[in-house]
């Protein structure tokens, strides 16, 4: 017979727990929980839904730029084509390429290499050719062209007198004014009146600067450099 010695306070080993067959659930913050079927497929046709509007925003958006750029390449063709008809209309002046004889050569007021001379103090008003023989008597220009064939001689009153513009009426006296404005432009500027006896017939002399200057200062009543129709006919009948 055999004893089995006992022991103090015997120790036992930790319980452990028994194997569950669902694990534990893990609650972490940043962790969301497994999203259902039909969750899934509401984010899925929500997703669908923003793609289909953004593409039709874009589209919508890209279709009206193209059709604002097409009005304004539309408005700026009219506007072009306005200007273009305007300016065939209406010719823009421009300022003279030329200056003393050169302008006056293109113009017709002096003869040019290629220009019949018998054209000079020819003018064509309202469809009508119109000389200064048509107005003023032949002789009476000659004479007084002879009279002041010397430089530094002319004296635009004594010349009036003697080609007979004294004694015309103010109807012939405006025709005059008009055949001697070379450039249409209403006035008998400085550089024409330089070759204004040229006005008178073809073999008229030039003036000198200092006749030039003289004559624009009797005639030049408001001092603008020029001579107007009315100042022109005011210089006459003095």
Do not use: W
């Not at 055999?2 to 306070?9: A, E, F, G, M, Q």
């Not at 999203?35 to 839904?49: G, H, N, V």
């Amino acid at each position: 017979h055999h004893t089995i010695p006992s022991y103090p306070n015997p120790v036992h080993p930790p319980s452990l727990p028994l194997p569950s067959s669902h694990p534990p659930s893990l609650f972490l913050p940043f962790i969301s929980p497994p999203a259902s079927e039909s969750t899934l497929l509401l984010l899925f046709e929500t997703a669908r839904l923003l793609s289909s509007t953004f593409s039709l925003s874009l589209s919508l958006s890209l279709s009206l730029s193209l059709s604002y750029l097409y009005l304004s390449l539309s408005l700026l063709s009219c506007l072009l084509s306005l200007f273009l008809s305007l300016s065939v209309s209406f010719p823009l002046s421009c300022p003279p390429l030329f200056s003393g004889s050169q302008k006056l050569a293109s113009i017709g007021a002096v003869p040019s290499t290629t220009e019949d001379p018998e054209a000079l103090g020819t003018k064509t008003v309202t469809g009508a050719t119109m000389t200064m023989s048509s107005i003023l008597n032949a002789d009476d220009i000659k004479k007084a062209l002879g009279a002041f064939a010397a430089p530094e001689t002319f004296d635009h009153k004594k010349f009036f007198e003697m080609v007979g513009l004294k004694a015309k009426s103010s109807d012939d006296v405006k025709k005059v004014f008009l055949v001697l404005d070379a450039d249409n432009s209403g006035f008998i500027e400085e550089e024409e009146l330089k070759y204004v006896l040229k006005g008178f017939a073809k073999d008229g002399r030039d003036l000198t600067d200092a006749e030039t200057k003289e004559f624009l200062r009797a005639a030049d009543k408001d001092g603008d450099g020029k001579i107007g129709v009315d100042e022109f006919a005011t210089l006459v009948k003095e």
